[in-house]
T-cell receptor, first 112, second 114 residues
Framework: DSGVTQTPKHLITATGQRVTLRCSPR?????VYWYQQSLDQGLQFLIQ???????AKGNILERFSAQQFPDLHSELNLSSLELGDSALYFC???????????FGSGTRLTVV | AQTVTQSQPEMSVQEAETVTLSCTYD???????LFWYKQPPSRQMILVIR??????QNATENRFSVNFQKAAKSFSLKISDSQLGDTAMYFC???????????FGKGTLLTVNP
């Protein structure tokens, strides 16, 4: 157990639907990061939050949004889902940069 | 922009032998950190080893060690006495400057054969 909790582990949904992925960071970590891992694109950075505020944005689609709540858990919202959104979505947390990130076990999203 | 390149999509090694995975990166930053992550079939991302750019000494963690060549912007991972459990995708990653984003290479799929 890495200390970073992601739910659900698996999600199957239809095109056009909306889903919410949840992440609880490791205790004491203020930063939360979301990554998308697909077969052809590798690990793509989506967005970072630090203590409730958005800090950095990567290749995140307009259909996707995220937020970090006062208790530091984060949610990634994916809407108007397309087949190409099928991927493994990772959440990671950190207290800084020196020790890298700690990753959750990921949410496997399948859009059918 | 920082980039990380792993030129070996796949590699294989016999159990108990040594293998080296290559990684190069490009950055204009002087202060940065480099990492190797392992992703076994379970898909969990596991930190294997890290290196601070300001340290000349190469990092070592048990059977895992790195060869960090700052001038050449090279950061290779050596796995000694390879074990079947080392079979995984290995990702090289970079964090630099004031940018907290971890940038990954495309990965190298390592298979350890019995």
């Amino acid at each position: 157990d890495s200390g970073v909790t992601q739910t659900p582990k698996h999600l199957i949904t239809a095109t056009g639907q909306r889903v919410t992925l949840r992440c609880s960071p490791r205790s004491g970590d203020l930063s939360v990061y979301w990554y998308q891992q697909s077969l052809d694109q590798g690990l793509q950075f989506l967005i970072q939050y630090y203590n409730g505020e958005e800090r950095a944005k990567g290749n995140i689609l307009e259909r996707f949004s995220a937020q970090q709540f006062p208790d530091l858990h984060s949610e990634l919202n994916l809407s108007s889902l397309e087949l190409g959104d099928s991927a493994l979505y990772f959440c990671a947390s950190s207290v800084g940069t020196v020790n890298g990130y700690t990753f959750g076990s990921g949410t496997r999203l399948t859009v059918v | 922009a920082q980039t990380v390149t792993q030129s070996q999509p796949e590699m294989s090694v016999q159990e108990a032998e040594t293998v080296t995975l290559s990684c190069t990166y490009d950055t204009s930053e002087n202060n940065y950190y480099l990492f190797w992550y392992k992703q076994p079939p379970s898909r969990q991302m596991i930190l294997v080893i890290r290196q601070e750019a300001y340290k000349q000494q190469n990092a070592t963690e048990n059977r895992f060690s790195v060869n960090f060549q700052k001038a050449a912007k090279s950061f290779s991972l050596k796995i000694s006495d390879s074990q079947l459990g080392d079979t995984a995708m290995y990702f090289c990653a970079f964090i630099g400057g004031s940018n907290y984003k971890l940038t990954f290479g495309k990965g190298t799929l390592l298979t350890v054969n019995p």
